[in-house]
């Protein structure tokens, strides 16, 4: 199965932009790459995904290196509501039932400090 | 507030008991997902239903019994759980399990405690 590596943790200061690294060198080549958060007491909640290029959304960006072996989650200016688990999450085939699913590291915990 | 809606959002059950978690979302997703998490671990993985169908079961005790009786409803059936069982267990939908570039959209969860 292709897997994620990731910090496991990070801390930011309010207001500034985050990036929170994720490795991933055995993706293949179909393989999208999704990001998820998870807020305290609560379930995760889907942030972006992407192929081979950059992608941006009101939420965040995400930037693929070029052999898509890493990539990076950026917020632009971390609030305190930011504060969560991020995971870096590869889709991985499921057996031959042709269908797919997202299998969980163990994601970077950010803080966002005052 | 999220669009997939799980209940209860707390249970508390004997290892006796059956009892049973209710997941519905109205999106029209084909793909219905049943997530397991234990305190500060990732979620993990239990069934996916396709179409109404079960298309995976991963190595999952007979103790829970998964039910998808229409596109909008996934039932978690629990019998006879064991302690090591309590955890969050989280509902998801997607537009299809093989659509890779669809997201998933997860429920609150159930927080289940096995006494």
């Known amino acids: 199965d292709a897997k994620t590596t990731q910090p496991n943790s990070m801390e930011s200061n309010e207001e500034e932009p985050v990036h929170l690294p994720c490795n991933h060198s055995?993706?293949?080549?179909?393989?999208?790459i999704h990001w998820y958060r998870q807020l305290p007491s609560q379930g995760p909640e889907y942030v972006i995904h992407g192929l081979t290029s950059n992608v941006n959304n009101r939420m965040a960006s995400l930037a693929i290196a070029e052999d898509r072996k890493s990539s990076t989650l950026i917020l632009h200016r971390a609030t305190l509501r930011d504060a969560a688990v991020y995971y870096c999450?590869?889709?991985?085939?499921?057996?031959?039932?042709?269908?797919?699913?997202?299998?969980f590291g163990k994601g970077t915990k950010l803080s966002v400090i005052p | 507030d999220t669009e997939v809606t799980q209940t209860p959002k707390h249970l508390v059950m004997g290892m006796t008991n059956k009892k049973s978690l209710k997941c519905e979302q109205h999106?029209?997703?084909?793909?219905m997902y049943w997530y397991k998490q234990k305190a500060k671990k990732p979620p993990e993985l239990m069934f996916v239903y396709s179409y109404e169908k079960l298309s995976i079961n991963e190595s999952v005790p007979s103790r829970f019994s998964p039910e998808c009786p229409n596109s909008s409803l996934l039932n978690l059936h629990l019998h006879a759980l064991q302690p090591e069982d309590s955890a969050l267990y989280l509902c998801?939908?997607?537009?299809?399990?093989?659509?890779?570039?669809?997201?998933?959209?997860f429920g609150n969860g159930t927080r289940l405690t096995v006494t």
């Open positions: 999450i590869l889709r991985v085939p499921l057996g031959g039932a042709g269908s797919y699913q997202l299998t």
């Open positions: 998801a939908s997607s537009q299809e399990s093989s659509g890779y570039n669809s997201p998933l959209h």
């Open positions: 999106m029209g997703h084909r793909a």
């Open positions: 055995t993706i293949s080549g179909t393989d999208y």
